[in-house]
């Protein structure tokens, strides 16, 4: 989750950027570099590490000029080094990124076939190469950046400079964050309004599919195809927060929303993007001589174990044992040494979850934790850690923190079915592939589908039960859907597997009484479809969320349909996930709640 500033100024900037980045240090990253125009030449200083590094080489070697970039990188594509830190430079261009360019590869070898000679392993280089490409073949710089725009498939946020333009700063955003700030004579930009707060409280937020053209007089904005477009101006309260709500309402909206670029952020820990593999994350457990694997946690980790318990006995053929951490604890479960224990917690401080873990080590299994916080009691137990990525979540509601988790149980179970020779390497390269597209896909839905998901979250908070059904990883998501729902709003909610309607809760279907259907076309389809029908014929109302192949095939009626993107089976929980926790948040919106801090719940459950 890359930090990325930029000024376009009327004294010297590098100091201020600098500064910038610094309040951008809690997103994590690796290396970080600034970038200056002065006297029609651009240069730059990077450091691998942190910024006391950057700030060093600074102070021997200073940049004077009035425009300037900076960044802070997280490494995807390329070890975290000097070499590969931005910003890059191309003939007179100067590119920072956050996000991933999903064809960087097939980009880097037409470039490279027409000449191209790349110095990094990442793939923003393939940006600015594209740029000095476009310009040397005559294109004005804004023509340059919207022709890159329309070559680069995947989610990012870019900021480029140009040497012989050292008045304007260029940008676009598709996924990850970007503010513009206004100043009087002199314009920002940064990954949130936090990096700007020191310089103004004036913010505009681009959203997707928005390229802003900055010069010191103001910022003017088109979209991807150069149409103009009109961005309001907000008064941000981020000096006073340590993370800020941005232009959303609520935390757990804006963490919905960021989801996309945590995403990226957690994937990059676990993907190894130029050769389409895992990286190897479990030198303490050793999945090719596993038995079986136990995974125990509490709440919606539980939920996002479940996921993982499909994906491990899949792709691995790896048994899984499971169960909420407070039952897990006191079922005196036989274990033996030719297994290992997985626990997942967000705060990693949970105390049944905990607790789970300490029964496990006693019996002398290899423990796993998939925790959020690398510091907590959970981590430092195990002998593996297994780190989400997610950031701070505010909203006690979890949201990021559950399809990080997801993401990086995907990313295990893949590792796991090559140990276990299950998994063909061109089989772990396809599955690859679609972790790879995760990041975009997610922005594209959630673009798509929230005007359709706040309107029918006013008729939801009308009834006071809700039942959610779904197959295979869709029962989860089921589950989770629900417990969103109850959570927030209050309303009571129920999740079940599709199959088990006609074995009690059918009973309790009829026209006041909504039936949250979750079935993208998998395998499981037909099947979840003719307990849709079971629904109907008894008076129930239908949400269907389902994706382009299954709203085709579907012909029932419903109270609303949902259509999301199609996708792999592997990566369909995490996009799916988007729609259960969108519906929930804007019920409870609708509804009045404390959407962030709701009734009688805590973010970290310490006790049992």
């Not at 691995?316 to 044992?321: F, I, N, Q, S, T």
Request: charged share 20%.
């Amino acid at each position: 989750m890359c930090g990325i500033v930029g000024i376009v100024g009327k004294e010297p900037v590098a100091e201020r950027l600098v500064d910038a980045l610094r309040r951008l240090e809690y997103r994590g990253y690796d290396s970080a570099g600034v970038a200056t125009i002065h006297d029609g030449a651009m240069d730059r200083r990077r450091a691998e590490g942190k910024l006391f590094n950057l700030e060093k080489k600074l102070a021997g070697e200073p940049l004077p000029g009035t425009i300037g970039i900076a960044h802070t990188r997280w490494a995807t594509h390329g070890v975290p080094n000097e070499t590969n830190a931005h910003p890059h430079f191309v003939e007179g261009v100067a590119v920072v990124h956050n996000g991933i360019i999903e064809n960087f590869s097939e980009l880097r070898d037409e470039l490279t076939a027409e000449g191209a000679v790349f110095t990094s392993q990442t793939d923003t280089e393939v940006v600015a190469h594209l740029l000095a490409k476009f310009t040397r073949e005559g294109m004005g710089h804004r023509d340059a950046m919207l022709a890159m725009l329309n070559r680069v498939t995947g989610a990012y946020a870019l900021v480029v400079m140009f040497q012989d333009d050292p008045g304007t700063i260029l940008s676009a955003r598709f996924g990850p964050p970007l503010a513009v700030g206004h100043g009087r004579g002199e314009m920002f930009l940064g990954s949130d309004a936090i990096a700007l707060a020191p310089f103004t409280n004036q913010i505009t937020y681009l959203v997707d599919g928005d390229c802003a053209v900055l010069t010191a007089n103001g910022v003017t904005i088109t979209d991807f195809a150069g149409k103009p477009v009109e961005r309001p101006i907000q008064i941000s309260q981020a000096a006073a927060l340590m993370v800020d709500k941005g232009n959303h309402r609520h935390f757990m909206e804006k963490e919905i929303y960021e989801q996309p670029e945590i995403i990226s952020h957690a994937l990059s820990h676990y993907v190894d993007f130029a050769s389409g593999s895992i990286k190897q994350k479990a030198e303490a457990i050793d999945f090719a001589k596993l038995r079986s694997l136990a995974i125990s946690a509490c709440g919606t980790a539980y939920l996002s174990g479940l996921v993982g318990k499909y994906w491990f006995e899949r792709y691995a053929r790896l048994p899984v044992e499971i169960d909420v951490a407070s039952e897990f604890r006191y079922r005196d479960i036989p274990l033996s040494k030719d297994q290992a224990a997985l626990f997942i917690s967000q705060s990693g401080e949970t105390a049944d979850t905990l607790a789970s873990l300490r029964y496990c080590k006693e019996e002398g299994l290899p423990i796993g934790a998939v925790v959020n916080v690398k510091e907590s009691t959970i981590a430092r137990e195990a002998d593996a850690i297994f780190p989400i990525l997610a950031g701070p979540e505010i909203g006690v509601a979890s949201t990021k923190a559950f399809t990080c988790q997801l993401a990086v149980l995907a990313a295990l179970s893949i590792q796991a079915g090559r140990a276990r020779g299950i998994l063909t390497e061109a089989q772990e390269k396809e599955l690859v592939r679609h972790l790879i597209e995760m990041p975009r896909i997610m922005s594209k839905v959630l673009n798509l589908i929230q005007p359709q998901i706040e309107q029918l979250s006013r008729d939801l908070s009308r009834f006071k039960d809700v039942l959610y059904l779904g197959r295979g990883t869709s029962y989860p998501l089921a589950m989770e859907g629900a417990l969103k729902l109850k959570e927030i709003s209050y309303i009571h909610a129920e999740g079940y597997a599709a199959g088990e309607l006609k074995h009690g809760p059918i009973a309790l279907i009829d026209e006041h009484m909504p039936v949250i259907v979750i079935a993208p076309h998998d395998r499981f389809f037909e099947k979840t479809v003719s307990n849709m029908q079971e629904v109907a014929a008894r008076g129930g109302k239908i949400i269907f969320i389902t994706d382009e192949k299954g709203a085709a095939a579907s012909k029932l009626a419903t109270m609303a349909t949902i259509v999301l993107p199609n996708v792999d089976e592997v990566i369909a929980p995490m996009i799916f996930a988007l729609p259960i926790q969108l519906l929930a948040y804007h019920t409870a919106v609708f509804m009045g709640t404390d959407v962030d801090q709701p009734r009688n719940l805590a973010k970290s459950v310490t006790v049992e």
